[in-house]
């Protein structure tokens, strides 16, 4: 299938691709749109099943980070890098270096950072070849706590929207992915009186979540019909779909991952079951806003920004519900308005 045919493709700016023989790179960068500025977003190293699962992907991450970028209020446009391969077995510090070759083959138009699969410290080998690299280490660092921050505060505003309740104590939340995000995700939750439901491909995540938090462990595919309160996904994207969509008896889906609905018309499916859905984008935004500071970096200022994801939410479940139409589709409108107000 020809680039410009794939559903994934909206226009974009420019997708590269990248290989480097020596050392196994296999990369693919997509800048989606720098209306607002040089295209930001993380680079995601993953052991796609095949290339074009990897454009898809890689594609459909780009556009979510103009949109993000957008909504949060950031000078900056989107975009988003994927490594193929498995990331607890090709790494090696001239992968990275050979990334960071390929990201500054763009001249600036695009800066990475990190992502699933990607530590602080395989940024920091991409840095030494190019100075297109954010969440470095003695700056902004990992990004991951703030990520988690304001998936919680989205959790406590969808709460109180959908369920009249200030507090989080006794609900309960099954959260689906262990990693740096859902770790910190569950230890804000659990010491906010929730209940947990988690499940992961790693069991060592898993043992350690049910030892720290008391949290009850299911199996992978288990999780969609928990009875609780919020769905939480935060692994991969596209979890929302036809084999679960129908499944799900939480009121409430809000979690750190990107892309959770696997098409639009899912969002529609969750409208008229009357379930919240709170827009990955938006509620996900953390670890961006905390990268936006690293020039001159300041937590202080970082977290009070990444406080503002609970007001951009209420106003997002306030408008949706008055027009009756998914929150997806009012988080798209208000970024497209952003980027247009931009380009006038």
């Known amino acids: ?71 949060a209020g950031l000078k900056m446009g989107g975009g988003k890098s994927v490594i193929i391969g498995d990331a607890r077995t090709d790494k090696t510090p001239e992968l990275f270096k050979a990334f960071g070759r390929a990201v500054h083959n763009l001249g600036g138009r695009y800066y990475s950072a990190e992502d699933v699969g990607i530590t602080t410290q395989d940024i920091m080998y991409a840095n030494q070849e190019t100075p297109y690299m954010a969440g470095l280490e003695g700056k902004s660092g990992d990004p991951s706590p703030f990520t988690a921050l304001g998936t919680f505060l989205g959790i406590k505003a969808a709460v109180k929207f959908q369920l009249g309740k200030d507090s989080l104590t006794g609900i309960r939340v099954a959260i689906q ?26 069991p060592e995540s898993l043992a350690r979540v049910a030892k720290e938090f008391n949290a009850t462990v299911v199996g992978l595919d288990e999780i969609y019909s928990q009875d609780v309160d919020v769905y939480a996904p935060c692994a991969l994207g596209a ?63 970082s977290t009070e920004k990444v406080e503002g994801i609970y007001d951009t939410l209420m106003d997002i479940f306030k408008t949706a519900s008055s027009r009756n139409i998914q929150t997806a589709h009012v988080a798209d409108q208000l970024a497209r308005e952003i980027i247009a107000k931009h380009k006038a």
């Not at 190293?45 to 980070?65: H, I, K, P, Q």
């Not at 859902?182 to 992961?200: E, P, R």
């Not at 779909?241 to 499916?269: M, P, W, Y």
């Open 239 to 301: 979890t929302i779909n036809d084999q679960t969509v129908h499944t799900f008896k939480a009121s409430i889906i809000a979690g750190c991952a990107n892309n959770q609905l696997a098409e639009v018309r899912h969002g529609d499916i969750l409208l008229e079951k009357g379930i919240l859905y709170t827009p990955d984008y938006v509620i996900n935004a953390g670890g961006i806003i905390n990268v936006s500071f690293e020039s001159d970096y300041c937590a202080k200022k």
């Open 177 to 202: 992915g262990l990693g740096h995000v859902g770790y910190y995700l569950c230890k804000h939750l659990h010491n906010a009186g929730a209940k947990l439901v988690v499940t992961d491909l790693n």
């Open 1 to 71: 299938m020809a680039l410009f045919d794939l559903p994934s493709f909206d226009n974009h700016e420019q997708v590269s691709f990248f290989t480097d023989e020596a050392t196994g790179l296999k990369s693919i960068i997509a800048i989606h749109d720098t209306t607002l500025g040089p295209a930001v977003g993380g680079c995601r190293m993953w052991n796609y099943a095949s290339d074009e699962e990897a454009l898809t992907d890689v594609l459909r991450l780009s556009r979510g980070m103009t949109y993000k970028n957008a909504v």
